[in-house]
């Protein structure tokens, strides 16, 4: 006998056979349950960590690089996706040709200083 809201699938094949139930409405409704309440909480966790994220910054490490071209006119590479843009004669800019060739950290955080 099958439980209160299960109704099994029939099929009548040629031979006279009698084919075991489905219960395929309940099982895709469970299944469609599990994945929507697995999903809300990976989204629950993703924006606890993006929110931890936020708040202690962001960091990388690479070699710093240039042509001798760029570097004259404030253009730097940190790694294969980061350029780093400085005003020609700069402090900083003295600075990043300095180091040209060595692995660098670049962090990029918020203030926590309030003004």
């Known amino acids: 006998m099958c439980g209160e809201g299960v109704y099994p699938v029939h099929t009548a094949p040629d031979d006279n056979t009698k084919p075991a139930p489905s219960y395929g409405t309940d099982v895709a409704l469970y299944g469609t349950v599990m994945r929507r309440l697995i999903t809300g909480v990976l989204l629950i966790l993703l924006g606890f960590s993006l929110g931890a994220f936020a708040d202690a ?13 760029e570097a004259d006119e404030g253009y730097f590479a940190l790694g294969h996706d980061t350029m780093v843009v400085v005003k020609q004669g700069s402090q900083l800019h003295v600075w990043l040709r300095g180091h040209l060739g060595q692995r660098l950290k670049l962090t990029l955080a918020p203030d926590t200083e309030s003004h």
């Open 57 to 69: 910054g962001w960091s990388m490490t690479a070699p710093l690089g240039a042509t001798e071209q």
